[in-house]
């Protein structure tokens, strides 16, 4: 067959040869070849001789593939292993697959080195690493979009991910090119990370599934349109491209893997594909037009900001805020636990310094809890809390500003007025706890309307029955039944209650105050 195509192509003139170089598309791969031959042999000048060549020697490659799709394996050890390491060394048309894989491989022992687990690491270390969290994601850290394509939970889910890449990098690079698979991988993992963002806010997502799926669904559309293959030459690929679609997305119905990602990929890859086959007339090639590409993408990235800013953001937004009152108010009870455990070195000043920076974190706090209220479109209870914890925020500033003001003038922090802003704090800490568990909140001017036991229950978070440690002005009240509370003090007669709990309890009480503690002042005192 090729004497004969080479013998035709020898008889052609020269506008005859260059007429079917136009056409190329419309021939056999084995006739374009003779021509090109002869084109070569007579010295013609042709335009885009050499890319016509290659795209003529890929078309021949896929359907030779098709013909013989199992070549012959490796057969010694050797063999095996260099085939192996290939997967990671960049070749000619297999380029940017090996940085990929390789790249992927060098974060993931990275992290490892730092500390992350390899077979399960945790949800903080992913999400510190760059994970997509959309309460991060969405409030001014956009880049985790990107981030999370290059960090995987776990050994296992990398080898799978690298495996599935090596694959489908293998078969679609050689086909379209470095710089058309790069885009590609990059927009559909991008749209993966997007898709999973819209479905589930609160998901830590991570991987290159997204990417992957893309690259399956792209490699599947372009060979269904491609135009020079027959429906027998592609029905082996296409089907076995879809079924590997088809059960990873059932397999992705389990608990714990991130579906939304998977199809979010997979769509964009789809489009993505059909799109090269628009531009290249339907037929594989390398070569595709700069500009053409570029414009390509920053349709696709405009697009994916549209729907990033379309993206509801009150709840993130609140999760983040409540994550950084958290991390403020652990930071700032620091000095309260050291003035507690060491009350007789306060007159010296030492704790100055660390109220002074508990003030600055509870004020912001207060303008972040403020701002959050200002959200239109906040669940009933989400206001709820962030009302509550606006209370307890601003007497907390008041509290320590109470006691800076107080060590500056060489006075006694733990005074009346001190404590009735602890109780108030923990009538609020208790309202907090009662809205989280689903019970009603607490009706703080009507405490003095219920039995004492009861008020002390309400206002301090302590069961009565598991005999907490009643001290009453400094005096220890051990071993007393709840109802006997009322033995000892009058309803009207209590200025302040604070309440101490757990290690804090036990270290100024011993091993007695393990139930906690109520520290009870009256007004004489």
């Known amino acids: 067959m090729e004497n004969s195509y ?24 084995e006739a374009i070849l003779a021509v090109i031959a002869e084109i070569e042999r007579r010295s013609i000048e042709a335009p885009d001789l ?25 057969t010694s050890f050797t063999e095996k292993l260099k ?20 790249t992927n491989i060098v974060i993931f022992v990275l992290l490892a080195l730092a500390g992350m687990h390899v077979l399960s690491p945790e949800g903080e270390d992913l999400v510190n690493a760059g994970a997509n969290f959309g309460p ?24 799978v991910n690298m495996y599935a890449l090596a694959s489908i990098g293998g078969a679609l690079e050689p086909l379209v090119g470095r710089r058309q698979f790069i885009i590609a991988y990059v927009l559909c993992g991008l749209a993966g990370s997007l898709a999973s963002l819209w479905w589930d806010q609160q998901r830590i997502s991570a991987g290159a599934s997204g990417a992957i799926f893309g690259m399956f669904g792209m490699f599947m559309t372009m060979v269904l349109l491609e135009r020079q293959m027959t429906w027998t030459e592609k029905k082996g690929m296409v089907l076995n491209l879809l079924g590997v679609i088809v059960v990873n997305l059932l397999f992705g119905l389990k608990g714990g893997i991130d579906n939304a990602a998977h199809t979010g990929g997979l769509v964009l890859g789809i489009a993505y594909g059909a799109v090269l086959m628009l531009r290249s007339g339907r037929f594989f090639t390398q ?14 990235l405009g697009g994916f900001v549209g729907l990033y800013l379309q993206i509801p953001t009150e709840n993130a937004k609140y999760l983040t805020i409540l994550d950084r009152f958290g991390e403020r108010e652990t930071a700032a009870m620091v000095v309260m636990q050291e003035m507690e455990q060491n009350a007789s070195l306060i007159n010296g000043g030492k704790y100055l310094q660390g109220l002074e ?32 914890l606006l209370s307890y925020t601003q ?3 008041t509290s320590y500003s109470m006691m800076r003001d107080d060590i500056r003038n060489n006075r006694p922090w733990m005074h009346q007025e001190q404590q009735r802003v602890l109780w108030a704090i923990g009538t609020f800490v208790q309202d907090l706890n009662n809205l989280r568990e689903g019970k009603p909140a607490m009706a703080h001017g009507n405490l003095n309307q219920m039995p004492l036991p009861d008020a002390l229950e309400e206002a301090t978070g302590l069961d009565l029955e598991t005999k907490p440690l009643i001290v009453l002005d400094g005096e220890v009240l051990e ?3 709840p109802d006997e509370v009322e033995d000892y003090v009058d309803h009207d007669e209590i200025e302040a209650v604070s309440v101490l709990k757990g290690e804090e309890a036990v270290a100024k009480y011993g091993q007695k105050a393990k139930n906690g503690v109520i520290e009870i002042i009256t007004k004489e005192q």
Do not use: C
């Open 6 to 29: 080479a013998a035709v192509a020898s008889e052609k003139e020269d506008n005859q040869l260059l007429e079917i170089l136009r056409e190329h598309a419309a021939y056999e791969p």
């Open 50 to 74: 050499e890319q016509i060549k290659q795209e003529t020697l890929q078309a021949l490659e896929l359907r030779e593939k098709q013909v013989n799709p199992n070549p012959a394996a490796p």
């Open 83 to 102: 085939d192996f390491w290939t997967l990671f060394v960049p070749q000619r048309h297999y380029f940017v697959t090996p940085i990929l894989i390789n």
């Open 136 to 159: 991060y994601t969405l409030t001014g850290e956009p880049w985790r979009l990107f981030t999370s394509m290059f960090l995987h939970i776990g050994i296992i889910h990398l080898l």
């Open 287 to 300: 070569h595709y037009d700069l500009r053409g590409s570029i414009v390509t993408a920053a349709l696709v």
């Open 357 to 388: 920076q508990g003030i600055t974190l509870w004020d912001e706090s207060i303008q972040e809890l403020m701002a959050l209220q200002e959200l239109p479109a906040l669940g009933e209870q989400q206001a709820k809390e962030v009302e509550i």
């Open 395 to 397: 007497l907390r500033k």
């Open 479 to 481: 071993g007393i039944a």
